[in-house]
């Protein structure tokens, strides 16, 4: 592998920031720390009451967000890179509401029982991954096997969003109003309320998809060339795009199960770590810490903006991410027009 | 003729080949049908015919690049399936017609990337790929350029750039698609010289889709002409681009007559041939 010293600096200094951000989020709330008090709490210094609040509450939260992050950053950058298309984010093809409408099954038809035990850590995740799965093979039929180039896949997301959104819908409808009240808070998309069951199945799918990304990553430099310049070069593009794509869809599903889904996460972040490291496209590790970083500090604004009233923080990054994605359909357009 | 450098490549001992390749997409009517064609090692060979031939289609399908429904491809006299993709792509370098680049791709990024056949995931960049991303840049004019990203140079600059990215592969045959397409003439000498010098240098196998005649007579040692998916001609400039040839596979009335200065065949079209039921 060919290091560019930029390409380490931005993830060292995202990650970095990630990392402060997340010190300072762990301070803030009902039961302010300092900074200093955060760092020896997280050491195991300091009183009962400091060691409660930073380890056993707000931790699993801000861990969350960053995996989260993370996750929903990389597999943004893996699909931008493959479809060498900079719209084809997971969400804007409809997987996170693939995802969404699983997770919302197993709320609404599982009950109050979903809301804490077994179906909380494995049910709901596994039920955003059939459903993102589902998502994504209709994707899939629906851009004639994988084309995802120019508007078209866009289209094809918001036809497959659509049709998710329905059957939210009539989940919602059909549930016990505290159910679906459940659901309808979930479906916000933030991470208030999130901890060590949300952590878990992302933290275990990160630690199975890093192992599998070390090794096949380095296709991803040819694959960016095209499938008939990645065929020349002796990758298996195909096989090599499936894979990538499963991972994609996998880790959008689970972080979409963990903080509900967050949207404009798997744009902002690739594009953004791709501008920082002035590369032909987003670096993985790269657009992770930036993905942390992002949803780390859209949590922080939106507890802290309207204080005491905490914000989702999806609203936030929507905020940001609305006219990004503007910004790149009009440059796009430009650009072909 | 042949450097006795360690990193010079080898010619093959049998050469590319196809058998009974049918290539059929969507449409009922293949493009290729039963096609049979031999290419001769360490030759450069052009493919000519007129568009909607197949030539493209040919040259994918023995490039890898195509799966054929039935046929196969051969290299070496070794079905190309059951030879790994990597140590095909050592082998067998391919450049596909108009390849897009993403922007602020750099032209050394990209050659790089001719690279990959010869590593694996877990092998760090060594002073071998280093040494072989040079000396392509630098047999294709393009060092100076080496941090240049490819949309801010000329068209000539691109299509060497793409080609350096095949040289690094290191590889005894070379497939261009249309490689001086969309060039301007001294672009399009510059192009074809420069596979001339490798082919001369290494000995490495060229062949050629070229739509230009006159190139096609000057620089190519075989002439393989297509039309509508069959090979109709297959010989030397002399032999193929003559006017029965032309009037078969083009259909035009020309006249050739041999250049006074170097001798191979050149071309003066006269009219499209009018058809018995026109």
């Known amino acids: ?337 | 003729m042949d450097n006795t450098s360690s990193t010079t490549a080898t010619t093959t001992a049998g050469g590319l080949a196809g058998r009974a390749l049918t290539v059929a997409f969507d449409r009922a009517e293949p493009v290729l049908a039963d096609l049979d064609i031999t290419l001769a090692p360490a030759t450069t060979t052009a493919i000519i015919g007129p568009n909607g031939s197949g030539k493209s289609t040919l040259l994918r399908t023995l490039g890898r690049l195509q799966r054929p429904q039935r046929g196969t491809v051969l290299l070496d006299g070794a079905d190309v399936s059951s030879i790994g993709k990597r140590d095909l792509a050592r082998r067998l370098g391919v450049l596909p017609q108009a390849p897009q680049a993403p922007e602020a791709l750099t032209v050394v990024d990209l050659v790089a990337r001719g690279r990959d056949p010869h590593r694996r995931w877990y092998d760090q960049w060594a002073a071998r790929d280093e040494h072989e991303v040079h000396r392509a840049l630098e047999r294709t004019g393009m060092l100076a350029h080496a941090a240049t990203p490819l949309a801010h140079l000329s068209g000539g600059q691109r299509q060497r750039a793409w080609i350096a990215m095949a040289l690094a592969q290191q590889p005894s045959t070379l497939l261009l698609d249309e490689p001086t397409t969309h060039l301007d003439v001294a672009h399009q000498l510059d192009v074809l010289d420069l596979l001339a010098q490798v082919h001369a240098e290494d000995g490495t196998t060229v062949v050629m889709v070229l739509h230009d005649l006159g190139c096609v007579a000057r620089y190519a040692e075989r002439v393989i002409a297509l039309a509508e998916g069959a090979v109709v001609a297959d010989g030397t400039p002399g032999q193929v681009i003559t006017p029965e040839v032309l009037r078969r596979v083009f259909d035009v009335e020309a006249d050739v007559i041999p250049d006074p200065v170097e001798g191979h065949p050149v071309v003066l079209p006269r009219r499209r041939r009018r058809r018995p039921d026109e």
Do not use: K, Y
């Open chain 1, 1 to 337: 592998m060919r290091w560019r010293p930029r390409t380490v600096l931005v993830t060292a200094a995202a990650a970095l920031a990630a990392a402060v951000v997340g010190v300072v989020a762990l301070g803030v709330g009902d039961f302010p720390l300092s900074p200093a008090e955060v760092v020896s709490a997280l050491q195991g210094r300091g009183t009962r009451q400091q060691l409660l609040v930073v380890q056993v509450v707000r931790l699993p939260r801000v861990l969350t967000g960053a995996a989260a992050g993370a996750a929903l950053a990389l597999a943004g950058a893996l699909v931008i890179t493959m479809a060498r298309n900079a719209l084809a984010s997971p969400d804007l093809l409809g997987i996170t509401a693939g995802g969404s409408a699983g997770a919302v099954a197993v709320i609404t038809l599982g009950g109050t029982a979903s809301a804490a035990g077994w179906l909380r850590q494995v049910g709901v995740p596994t039920g955003a991954l059939l459903g993102a799965a589902l998502a994504g093979m209709l994707v899939w039929v629906l851009t004639r096997r994988g084309h995802l180039s120019g508007v078209r896949p866009l289209l094809v997301g918001v036809g497959v969003s659509s049709f998710f959104a329905g059957v939210v819908a009539l989940l919602l409808v059909a549930a016990p109003i505290r159910d679906a009240a459940r659901a309808n808070v979930w479906l916000t998309g933030s991470l208030n309320q999130r901890s060590w069951p949300e952590l878990a199945p992302l933290a275990l799918t990160l630690a199975l998809v890093a192992p599998v990304l070390l090794v096949v990553a380095h296709r991803l430099h040819g694959l960016h060339l095209g499938t008939d310049v990645a065929r020349a070069t002796g990758t298996d593009a195909g096989a090599t795009a499936r894979l990538l794509g499963a991972v994609a869809v996998a880790l959008t599903a689970v972080a979409a199960a963990a903080c509900g889904p967050l949207g404009f996460v798997a744009l902002v972040a690739p594009h953004a770590a791709r501008l920082a490291t002035g590369a032909s496209r987003p670096p993985l590790v790269a657009s992770a810490a930036v993905g942390a970083l992002v949803v780390l500090s859209s949590d922080l604004l939106a507890r802290q903006l309207f204080a005491p009233v905490q914000l989702p923080a999806g609203a936030v990054i929507a905020v940001v991410g609305g006219p990004v994605l503007v910004a790149l359909l009009v440059s796009q357009a430009r650009r072909t027009g």
